[in-house]
Each structure stands twice: as structure tokens, then as C-alpha cells.
């Protein structure tokens, strides 16, 4: 009997073994078929310039994917760039939590966005951020496609509408969420539905998804809408401002970066873009 016990017991031990073997040799051949996920926050773009033994980096940070290509092509195409940086990387954010990693932190160096982003995160005053052209201020709608909304409790509560899911976004979602709460209106007792750009907006009212956006007017709009059909919610609301962090006097830079934006609004697509203004301090 003692025998039988030995013989069953080094039986059980040898199955363990074995089990644990089998498990660890399919863990690592299956750990290696995966590649890391990579992080969700941020899209980049890098270009190398022609600088040899300097590691020095410009960083550049935009929200439109479009505008950040034109960034990159120009600014390594830019001579008083190549004679102080060896690269430049434009990074595409994603949502607010990428703007306040980037600004917050003093991360770059030239940045398209709103100036109560700046002056919130005290970057204006802590990093030297400084305004160096603007694009204009504009107005916040609500957009239908075929009748024009109500700004009244009883007309929303049986809509879907649409908003942008940044917070910092002021025709996106703080002007319409100002005035649903002056209306007793919330997430509670609303369908709200949420989108990640205005052009998603967009197509989401086209497409039947939602039944009001609320969102600027832009001149192309008016090919797909009617203005008719849309009612305004906050007449002034500030446009896109371009800043430069200015720690030193570095005016060839200042200028460098000004002519670059400005050769961006004058190749713009939209008509929004084309509209710019630039600050004084280069000649």
C-alpha cells in the first residue's frame, strides 16, 4: 500500500511538472506574437533637417491633421530652422488631455489654440508662449437640417444632439452646454451624443444620426445646409491663435515661424485658415 502511494504521488508530481512546463513554454510563444499596444494619446510627425551635431528639437503642436502636414513640410523647408534645430516633430492631439500635457507642461515650442488654454495654464507667463497671428473670432449654432431649432425646454427634450466631447471646445460643447443647463437641460435628461471633430458633426447630421449639431458656420457649410436652419447660440466666440515660445530674443525665429504661418493660411483649404491676422515684431 505505501508503495502504491509512493508510485501515485511521484505520478501526480510528474503531471504538474509537465503541466507547468506545457504553460510556460505556450506563454512565452504566444507573448511574442503581440507587439505593445501603442499609446492613444498624440499623433506625430518628424522630419530631419539638414543641422549635423546638434539634437536640438522643435516641437509643434496642432489638432488638425492636415494643418500639422503642412506644418512639418514647411517648417524643415525653413533655412533659419535648419540652422538651429536637427529635427521637428509635430504632434497631433487628440483630445484635452493632449493639450494639457503639451501646454501645461511647456512641452513645445510653436502651438495652434485657443488663448484661454494659454492663459489658463499660465503658459503665456511660465514658458514664454507668445501670440504670433490669429486666426478670427466666430459663432456657435445650433445646425438642423430641415427646420431651424428652438431654444426652448420643450422643443430639445426630444432631439439627439450632438456635441464635441472637449470640454475646452467653446461651439463644441461649453457654449451649448451653457445654455441646455439655462435651460434645465442636462446629460440626464437629454440624448447627447458625442464626436471627436466638427467634420464628424458633420456628417452625423447629414447621415440622420443626430438631429442638431452644435458647432460654428463655415462659408462651405453652406453647400451642404441652410442658414436658415440655424440658430445661434453665442455670437462671439474666439478663434485659433498661433504662439511661440519666446524665453529668448530669438526674432529670427519669430519671423522664421510668421512667415511659415502665414504661407499655411494662404494654402488652406478653408476658408476659416485663410483668414489670419499676424502680430507686430517683424518686419
Not at 146 to 154: A, G, T, V
Request: aromatic share 12%.
Amino acid at each position: 500500500m505505501a508503495n502504491f502511494r509512493i508510485v501515485a504521488s511521484g505520478k501526480w508530481i510528474i503531471f504538474l511538472l509537465t503541466a507547468c512546463i506545457c504553460g510556460a513554454v505556450n506563454y512565452f510563444q504566444n507573448s511574442t506574437t503581440y507587439s505593445d499596444i501603442a499609446p492613444q494619446t498624440g499623433q506625430y510627425l518628424n522630419c530631419k533637417t539638414k543641422l549635423q551635431g546638434n539634437d536640438d528639437v522643435f516641437f509643434a503642436y496642432v489638432t488638425d491633421g492636415r494643418i500639422a502636414q503642412m506644418v512639418s513640410e514647411r517648417l524643415c523647408a525653413n533655412t533659419t530652422i535648419e540652422r538651429q534645430y536637427s529635427e521637428v516633430k509635430v504632434i497631433i492631439g487628440q483630445s484635452d488631455y493632449d493639450t494639457f500635457r503639451y501646454i501645461n507642461h511647456g512641452v513645445v515650442d510653436l502651438a495652434l489654440v485657443k488663448h484661454n488654454v494659454v492663459e489658463a495654464f499660465g503658459a503665456d507667463q511660465i514658458y514664454g508662449l507668445t501670440k504670433i497671428a490669429a486666426h478670427p473670432d466666430y459663432s456657435a449654432f445650433f445646425i438642423a437640417l430641415r427646420e431651424k431649432p428652438r431654444l426652448n425646454k420643450e422643443y430639445l427634450l426630444g432631439k439627439k444632439i450632438g456635441l464635441l466631447d472637449y470640454p475646452s471646445s467653446r461651439s463644441g460643447h461649453i457654449v451649448p452646454k451653457t445654455v441646455l443647463q439655462d435651460l434645465g437641460l442636462s446629460d440626464n435628461n437629454l440624448d447627447i451624443v458625442y464626436f471627436s471633430s466638427h467634420q464628424e458633426l458633420r456628417r452625423a447630421l447629414l447621415a440622420g444620426d443626430v438631429d442638431i449639431i452644435s458647432t460654428y458656420w463655415a462659408e462651405e457649410d453652406g453647400k451642404r445646409f441652410s442658414r436658415n436652419y440655424a440658430t445661434p447660440l453665442q455670437e462671439s466666440v474666439s478663434g485659433m491663435q498661433w504662439f511661440l515660445k519666446m524665453q529668448t530674443q530669438n526674432t529670427d525665429l519669430y519671423c522664421a515661424v510668421q512667415s511659415v504661418v502665414e504661407d499655411i493660411s494662404k494654402n488652406h483649404p478653408r476658408p476659416y485658415y485663410k483668414d489670419i491676422t499676424l502680430e507686430a515684431g517683424c518686419n
